[in-house]
């Protein structure tokens, strides 16, 4: 798999997403001391390919890793690193409850019956890892539960849990100095456990919260970075319909009236209106 880097800020190294066995955005902070890894990859090639890129770069190597949620593309390259890991209570709660698992065949169709993985994750999972399946999920060291900052030497990473529907444990990074944002996964929609759903109320609320950063760069997990006005500029059909269905409820024919009207088109495109349908879904 070809990975694309980037030097996003001057404290900030980025590894892109690839979306076809879903790894994630990487980050590596680099302070005056120190340097910090955002997420351990989905796997330890996953991780090693970003190690040979710092070690190419000449990069000091992390010390520590930040998870922003349990969720398997984001904390199973965690064995690789030989690091300290620092998580949500929530987070490291989960992860302690799936290590020494086999991830064998049956072992992930129990995980999906369970709605603790979805199929489209067993699936991912077993592209990434093959018929060879040797994970290691490993309880983070250090927890905290509302937020907790690390000084790199001139660089300072604040880490929040925000919740939200796609994962309970999900935080947010902001990295002070180069006001770099990234949100993880905080922005997406429940994955595992049911159908697919937004709360309204949620969304608009993480939403909020992340535009009052106004950030030089945001950074979504499984996108690419923006500067806060394309960010605004992205997520402002989504925005509409988040308020829209807080007023209009559980009137789909209406929602998506409003929603067209208000971006003037005559037929939804395939991601709004499966949007509709999560938040509908969210608001019952
Ligand atoms: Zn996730």
Known sequence: ??????????????????HETDRPILAAITGERRTLLMDAGNSPAHAELFRQEMAKRGMRQPELIVLTHWHWDHSFGMSAWKVPVIAHEGTAEVLGSLAGRSWSDDDLEELV?????????????????????????????IVFTESINVDLGGVTCELSH????????????HVKEDNVLFLGDALGPSVYGGPRQYSSTGFLNLLGLAYGYNAQWVVESHGVPMSTAEFRADLAPWERLARIVDVFGHNRERVVKELKDYLKLQ??????????????????
């Open 1 to 18: 798999m070809k990975h694309e880097f980037q030097q996003l800020s001057p404290h900030i190294l980025i590894m892109h997403a690839e």
């Open 113 to 141: 019956l369970t709605g603790t993985l979805s199929e489209e994750s067993a699936q991912h999972i077993r592209l990434e890892y093959g018929d060879n399946r040797n994970i290691t999920v490993v309880k983070p060291d």
């Open 162 to 173: 925000v919740g939200g529907d796609h994962s309970a444990d999900s935080c947010i990074l």
């Open 267 to 284: 037929e939804l495109p395939a991601d709004l209106l499966q949007g509709v349908e999560y938040f509908l879904a969210g608001s019952k």
